[in-house]
């Protein structure tokens, strides 16, 4: 039996990953335009997997395609930063009251040490904003699978894509990271608690605040 070949649709989607996060870090800018010509000789491949590649990000909303001129990394607007968040906000404190009753201790316990983790990226004087974020991720990610509803996990997935094209300007933000930890202690005092009502208004507060930190 030959072996089935899937090269093609595994370098447009290596493609999609290299060109998401060179987005993230902001390595290409919001608003600016995408050079398919010299990205394809930069990663040594024809354009159409490179046009695949920008199909998927445009699909995810990260690309923005324009007729006769191409593709831009998409600009967020603080309309569309403001529709994001509420989502999140209704998405992630729902998942987040399901947790504070129906996760395992030990479930918990993974929560409450990604916490501790986040408090060492927030340390005073030594903050760390990237390790922060990437703790903070895998916090809100960990609860939402804990929370296990796959069909809220893609959505918000594809949401959390969009916001951080805006990530860097709300913790950089003097404070912040100081204000989001604060919001994180209370959230996990709440999931520790049992306390599915508090846990929800907690979430929802941490989102609130985060956008007004972001606008």
């Known amino acids: 039996m030959s072996a089935v070949t899937l090269t093609p649709r595994a370098l447009y989607e290596e493609v999609a990953e290299l060109l998401r996060q060179r987005i993230f870090k902001r390595e290409l800018e919001p608003g600016s335009w995408i050079d398919e010509l010299k990205l394809a000789e930069e990663y040594g491949i024809s354009r159409t997997p490179l046009r695949e590649a920008l199909k998927v990000l445009a699909a995810e909303g990260l690309v923005t395609m324009k007729v006769r001129r191409g593709a831009y990394v998409t600009e967020v607007s ?14 992630e404190s729902d ?9 395992t201790d030990a479930e918990l316990k993974e929560l409450q040490a990604l916490h501790k983790a986040l408090e060492a990226a ?11 974020f ?19 996990d893609q959505m918000v997935a594809d949401l959390r894509k969009v916001m951080k094209l805006n990530r860097h300007n709300s913790l950089l933000k003097t404070g912040r990271i100081a204000e989001s930890l ?7 005092a709440a999931l520790l608690a049992r306390d599915a009502q508090r846990t929800q208004q907690c979430m929802r507060e ?9 606008e």
Request: proline share 1%; hydrophobic share 50%; aromatic share 8%.
């Open 206 to 214: 941490h989102f609130a605040n985060g956008l007004e930190a972001a």
């Open 134 to 152: 990437a703790v903070n991720e895998q916090f809100h990610m960990r609860l939402l699978e804990i929370a296990n509803n796959r069909w809220r």
């Open 95 to 103: 998942a987040a009251a399901v947790v504070a009753t129906k996760a």
């Open 182 to 188: 604060a919001e994180h202690q209370a959230i996990m």
């Open 122 to 132: 927030a340390k005073p004087g030594k903050a760390n904003t990237d390790q922060f």
């Open 78 to 91: 603080q309309q569309d930063l403001a529709d994001v968040y509420h989502l999140l906000s209704l998405l």
